[in-house]
């Protein structure tokens, strides 16, 4: 079993920024690959960044240029720098995890709780 644990949402004015965190823990063998989603009010769930345990990134369109995704392997971290918000970035943001436990020989998908981040004046 993996748990995952986000943190660093709130409330912020359009145009600043946030940092968010989450940290994976459990009986984890390794980590393929950490991934940000987020899902709006009304809306899909939708991957926002991605990052490999290689550090090879991917962004959605709409994050590109002001999120950033980086990670820390020895502390099983991943952070998404969030600058340049709007009020459009208002969502839950969800923390994924595949990972190879240390029960199965198979990768398996975990998610946090989320953390809400607020884009409002």
């Known amino acids: 079993q993996v748990q995952v644990v986000e943190s660093g949402g709130g409330l912020v004015q359009p145009g600043g920024s946030l940092r968010l965190s989450c940290v994976a823990s459990?009986?984890?063998?390794?980590?393929?690959?950490m991934n940000w989603y987020r899902q709006a009010p009304g809306k899909q769930r939708e991957l926002v960044a991605g990052?490999?345990?290689?550090?090879?990134?991917n962004y959605a369109d709409s994050a590109k240029g002001r999120f950033t995704i980086s990670r820390d392997n020895a502390k099983n971290t991943v952070y998404l720098q969030m600058d340049s918000l709007k009020p459009e970035d208002t969502a839950v943001y969800y923390c994924?995890?595949?990972?190879?436990?240390?029960?199965?020989?198979?990768?398996?998908?975990?998610w946090g709780q989320g953390t809400l981040v607020t884009v409002s004046s």
């Open positions: 994924n995890v595949n990972a190879l436990t240390t029960d199965r020989w198979f990768a398996m998908d975990a």
């Open positions: 459990g009986s984890i063998r390794s980590i393929n690959a």
């Open positions: 990052i490999t345990s290689g550090g090879s990134t």
